[in-house]
């Protein structure tokens, strides 16, 4: 007799447990205001990223198309899987000295890690990240970019 | 015709041998487990990894140390911190560097804050395991904060990459501490919810307890570290037996249980929650002003020896070894990673169970298979 009572316990005990589970569950199908999920492709407009958050590698230009990359290669020194390379030229400034500037920065989008060594130790500040996040592209090869943009220049005084 | 069925459940040579993954949605990951049944009892388990295997130990031969911590980001990628953490310690170990109390306080927040999402997610896939779809939605859901913490300070969400030897990459962000302390008087109301759907759901409770028991004295012998080891009441928490960073100044419990099955090894990890929540709150008010990052040499060259790290990563005990010949690039380095270590304690945890516990076993191991294979 004690043992059916028990058995009849557990079985009660049981069906509560899973009844309080249900309970909260159907709490939130009446408080649709803590709902989280957000409707992506259709608040895009409104979705904005942390200023942080590393989406690409970028070299910001300033209105009369100007940078601050000297060429110098320590980004691409630092770089652990050769994402960056720094193709650079010798200019003749105005004084007649010859100096080292940049012909073409390349990043390779599809290699880079995000591993922020090269924003890091630029000593010029020369790069950032961009807050992009959307890189899906049909063709491998637009994921090489050249970062300073054509004809633009070294920002004066940045050494 | 009955005697017949009879011969096929006795005879020890009619073994079925089924391929559990790779792509097995409880595996979490490429994990292939080759098992061998009788009926549906397991009789034996041969796992075999290499799926994902990159080489990550050879590729630190060839960098430089501050370059390793992206590699460490992508081994146990729920535990990236301490990951990166063990690089930097070791590091600045071998150099001799004082690192102010400010680096050291926002590493152990920041590694608290890890080994929470890493549980959360660890209570969301084990619920779903075992057949509870609501458990993977609401851990997510808490979850999603802490990688907007994580994202508004580092920039990554899983994949950090924020300590670097020597300090930090950045300061914090000035909405860091509100945002913890939010998510803390948010949390400590979810988790009870945990409980009611999860821990105290009576298919869960049938499913997991007196499954997959494991002994202290086989807990030692395995070298099962991590919250699955204290559930078998062996004490091994790094951060209590050897403090690093801010652990020495933080009151916290060693979460141990003595009877080591299933359930328990999923209690060790929920109770962990609740301690990681009491060591962030004792730091989050009181972090020192200072610099966030030391001045280091351009290139970091360690001297000439041996060094060793170990810290307490949300599944176990990592350790790092690396042997230095003085050079910018490390000669050799080797992880002693503790999935690896806790995979080889399956076969003999669910031999004689079921098939259907052998997947509540492995969840209650909470593997990650990048971490096995490195």
């Known amino acids: ?159 | 015709m009955e005697e017949k069925v009879e011969i096929i459940a006795t005879d020890e040579k009619q073994e079925f041998i089924v391929n559990m993954g790779p792509q097995h949605p409880s595996t979490h990951g490429v994990l292939r487990l080759v098992v061998s049944l009788q009926g549906e009892t397991v009789k034996n388990i041969q796992p075999h990894i290499g799926y994902i295997h990159r080489g990550i130990e050879k590729m630190c031969e060839s960098i430089t140390y501050p370059q390793i911590i992206h590699l460490t980001d992508r081994m146990d990628y729920l535990s990236a911190h301490q990951n990166n953490e063990s690089v930097c310690l070791l590091v600045e170990k071998a150099l001799e560097v004082d690192i102010p109390d400010r680096i050291k306080v926002i590493r152990t927040i920041m590694s608290e804050l890890s080994r929470l999402q890493s549980h959360q997610l660890f209570w969301a896939t084990f619920g779903m395991d075992l057949g509870g779809q609501t458990c993977y939605f609401y851990g997510l859901r808490d979850r999603e904060m802490i990688l907007d913490i994580f994202e508004e300070t580092t920039g990554g969400r899983m994949i950090v990459s924020y300590n670097c030897p020597g300090g930090l990459m950045y300061d914090i962000h000035p909405n860091f501490q509100k945002r913890v302390k939010d998510f803390i008087k948010y949390f400590r109301k979810k988790l009870p919810e945990y409980d009611t759907i999860l821990t105290g759901n009576v298919i869960f409770r049938e499913r997991t307890s007196g499954i997959g028991p494991l002994t202290l004295q086989d807990a030692i012998s395995y070298g099962i570290t991590g919250p699955s080891a204290r559930a078998s009441g062996l004490s091994c928490d790094v951060r209590k037996h050897e403090p690093y960073s801010a652990y020495d100044k933080v009151k916290f419990n060693e979460v141990l249980f003595s009877e080591g099955d299933t359930y328990h090894r999923y209690m060790a990890r929920n109770d962990e929650m609740r301690q990681s929540m009491n060591t962030i709150e004792q730091l989050i008010d009181n972090i020192p002003e200072g610099p966030y990052a030391v001045k280091m040499k351009p290139v970091i060259k360690l001297p000439e020896g041996e060094y060793f790290q170990r810290v307490e990563t949300a599944r176990g005990e990592l350790g790092l070894f690396v042997i230095s010949d003085g050079n910018k690039n490390p000669y050799r380095v080797k992880f002693r990673s503790p999935n690896f270590v806790n995979l080889g304690v399956l076969n003999h945890l669910a031999k004689g169970f079921k098939i259907a516990d052998l997947i509540a076993i492995a969840g209650s191991l909470d593997f990650v298979i990048p971490d096995m294979d490195r």
């Open chain 1, 1 to 159: 007799m004690r043992s059916i009572i028990e058995y009849l316990k557990e079985i009660f005990n049981g069906v509560l447990s899973l009844l309080r589970g249900m309970r909260v569950t159907a709490g939130y199908f009446f408080r649709p205001s803590e709902i989280v999920t957000q409707k992506y492709p259709n608040n895009r407009k409104d979705l904005v990223m942390f200023e942080r958050f590393k989406g690409e590698v970028v070299m910001p230009h300033n209105e009369s198309n100007e940078h601050k990359c000297t060429g110098c290669g320590i980004c691409e020194i630092n770089c652990p899987n050769g994402t960056i390379e720094v193709i650079s030229k010798t200019i003749v400034t105005e004084d007649g000295k010859k100096k080292r500037a940049i012909d073409r920065h390349i990043y390779r989008l599809g290699m880079c890690t995000f591993c922020a060594l090269c924003v890091k130790t630029c000593p010029s500040n020369a790069l950032a990240f961009s807050q992009k996040f959307e890189h899906a592209v049909f063709d491998r090869a637009s994921l090489i970019k050249q970062l300073n943009k054509p004809g633009s220049q070294l920002m004066k005084g940045v050494e």
